[in-house]
Nanobody, 123 residues
Framework: QVQLVESGGGLVQAGGSLRLSCAAS????????MGWFRQAPGKEREFVAG???????YYVDSLKGRFTISRDNAKNMGYLQMNSLKPDDTAVYYC?????????????????WGQGTQVTVAS
């Protein structure tokens, strides 16, 4: 059974940082794209960042420079480093993985999802 489990969320003051982790189990994802989405209350789930099987990274334009996605294939882990956090970053953050080595920012093209971790940024 494939599982993605996020950790590292919590409450942080504006300007602070958090590092989210995603532990994958049930299969290896070393040949698959991994990514992060987020969903704020009352809003649609939105793409945050993706990383291909060979570590090419891509981001939603509005978050470039503040968020960094990475992966450790040996540990079957994914990460999202979030810096200079703002109250607008408050959301549930979801780890995701695709059946392919590369996919786009559409949520429908990602195949595996974690349960999400809450990130709350206080002003």
């Amino acid at each position: 059974q494939v599982q993605l489990v996020e950790s590292g969320g919590g409450l942080v003051q504006a300007g602070g940082s958090l590092r989210l982790s995603c532990a994958a189990s049930g299969r290896t994802f070393s040949r698959n794209a991994m990514g992060w989405f987020r969903q704020a209350p009352g809003k649609e789930r939105e793409f945050v960042a993706g990383i291909t099987w060979n570590s090419y990274t891509y981001y939603v334009d509005s978050l470039k420079g503040r968020f960094t996605i990475s992966r450790d294939n040996a540990k079957n882990m994914g990460y999202l480093q979030m810096n200079s956090l703002k109250p607008d970053d408050t959301a549930v953050y979801y780890c995701t993985a695709a059946a392919a080595g590369l996919t786009d920012s559409s949520a429908t093209h990602w195949d595996y999802w974690g349960q999400g971790t809450q990130v709350t940024v206080a002003s």
